[in-house]
């Protein structure tokens, strides 16, 4: 909205002008764009059920299976993303945020957790601890990609890795975890899609051998897979175009050509996915968006009818990882779901998401004393764990009655003047309409003795109680 800002400019020192000028001085200022970035969402309070029922999922199963959480910055040295995902990788060419701070440093947005994880577990010697380390994150990640549904520029994984393990049980468990992950979420359909893309050493026989095979039919791939080619071959394999896939489908596959130890590695993850009763598909095209992969590679998509499948998480094992941006030696396996394409999946196939613990009484007061005492009732009834509702900006208690019918409250506790000055509180049975008036000093027992007697959950705050697990009763 344009602003006309007066400008006054007098000018003592010209007699000539002596007349006072008065300058009009138009200035647009710029409209505030009443909207995110493009990519970027607000995640609204009606979403945030979903949001709460993915955090206490993954929370859960990361603490069940062993993780300790860690969370590291959202902004890292460019190196760091550069060398561990890969030059080549479209998530370094095209889609990260990085800029030059005031400092002069060279920095990005992270566009995944792994590599900051892998640099925290350098950093911080956790090498000498007892191996698996096993660490889970959740935040935001950015990556400038085009957006589409369930494509963003900021959106939120959850992240689990493990190092300092390389047996292929560990693979397997890995998978486990992410079936559970999305099972626990009410997502039931999946399809797991698993590849194997070897080693350094039988990889680089393997790419030899793939763009041999490339180059023969370099005519029929797109222009990116034309330059995929050179720099990373693997890539055109997953090439979502009509004519790459034609051309990949007759590919040679990484499988067919990996060395004695990957073989076996792959052989084994598949016996324990078999005794672990977890279906799977071997994708011979599932190569994975990020270099530091090793061996494992897999992918966990929605089962959707219609035939879209989407990617909802996906890992692998990263064993040079580690030693490549400057630690020892350490095997590694971890893998990530995006938030939101898991919170897109739930609402399509109407996955339960979290509900909160409605509260049981409601606290209405007439009068002004009762107004202040009210305040402070509230707030120990909150202190001993009773979830309490009120209105008290509304002044007549037929209203406050009306709203604790509304929430379907077990009872309303009301304080009016004269209970302000004799110190006591009525407490209305809002079921039967039964009515009794109780001391103020025993009233919180009384309350929670009734809710009790009423067969009601008396709320305990978050951190103390397990709720009733609302992922359990889905899986
Ligand atoms: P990723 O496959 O690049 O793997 O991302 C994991 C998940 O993030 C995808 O399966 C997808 O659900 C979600 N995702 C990716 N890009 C977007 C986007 N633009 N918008 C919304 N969701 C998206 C990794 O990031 C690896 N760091 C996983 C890992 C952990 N590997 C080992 N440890």
């Known amino acids: 909205m344009a602003k006309i800002i ?43 059920p979903y949001w709460e029922q993915v955090r206490r999922v993954t929370e859960r199963l990361s603490r069940d299976y062993g993780f300790s959480r860690i969370d590291t910055p959202i902004v890292e040295f460019s190196n760091l993303f550069n060398r561990s995902i890969g030059e080549g990788t479209d998530i370094v060419e095209k889609e990260l945020y990085s800029f030059v701070t005031k400092g002069g440093d060279k920095v ?38 085009r957006p589409q549904e369930g494509r963003y520029r900021e959106f939120s994984q959850v992240n689990f890795d493990s190092f300092g393990e390389q047996d292929p049980i560990l693979d397997a468990q ?20 698993v590849n194997s893309i070897g080693c350094p050493v039988c990889r680089k026989q393997y790419k030899d051998l793939l763009v041999n095979y490339l180059e023969s039919k370099a005519t029929k791939l797109c222009i990116d897979c034309k330059r995929r080619m050179e720099v990373s071959p693997l890539r055109v394999l997953d090439c979502k175009e009509d004519k790459c896939s034609q051309v990949a489908v007759s590919a040679p596959q990484s499988v067919d050509h990996l060395c004695e130890e990957c073989r076996v590695h792959f052989k084994s993850l598949l016996e324990y996915l078999d005794e672990l009763d977890l279906p799977y598909t071997i994708n011979p095209r599932l190569v994975r968006g990020l270099d530091y992969y090793t061996k494992t590679v897999f992918e966990i998509w929605s089962g959707s009818e219609e035939g879209r499948k989407s990617s909802l998480g996906g890992g692998g094992r990263y064993d040079g990882l580690v030693k490549m941006i400057g630690g020892e030696a350490t095997p590694a396996i971890g893998f990530a779901f995006g938030v939101e394409r898991i919170i897109l999946e739930m609402k399509r196939v109407q996955a339960k998401p979290y509900r909160a613990p409605k509260p049981k009484v409601f606290l209405a007061q007439l009068g002004d004393l009762a107004k202040k005492k009210s305040l402070r009732l509230f707030s120990e009834l909150e202190k001993n764990g009773i979830l309490v509702a009120e209105s008290f900006g509304r002044g007549s208690l037929k209203s406050q009655l009306r709203v604790a019918n509304r929430l379907g409250v077990e009872m309303t506790l009301i304080l009016g003047q004269k209970e302000a000055l ?14 009794e008036t109780a001391s103020a000093e025993k009233l919180i027992d009384l309350v929670k003795k009734k809710l009790k007697t009423d067969n009601v959950v008396v709320y305990h705050d978050h951190n103390h109680v397990a709720e009733p697990s609302q992922e359990q009763e889905q899986t």
């Open 6 to 48: 007066k400008k006054v400019v007098a000018k003592k020192a010209a007699p000539a002008k002596a007349k006072k000028q008065v300058k009009e001085v138009k200035k647009e200022l710029e409209p505030i764009a009443l909207q995110p970035l493009r990519g970027m969402k607000d995640i609204l309070p009606e979403d945030q």
């Open 422 to 435: 004799d110190k006591t509180v009525i407490i209305k049975n809002m079921i039967s309409g039964e009515q």
């Open 174 to 193: 890995m998978i486990q975890v992410a079936a559970r992950v999305v099972q626990n979420l009410g997502i039931k359909a999946i399809q797991i899609q």
């Open 108 to 145: 990005a947005l992270r566009p995944e957790m792994t590599a900051g994880i892998a640099r925290a577990y350098i950093q911080h010697g956790m090498n000498v601890l007892s191996k698996p380390v096993k660490l889970f994150s959740a935040g935001t990640v950015y990556r400038y990609d």
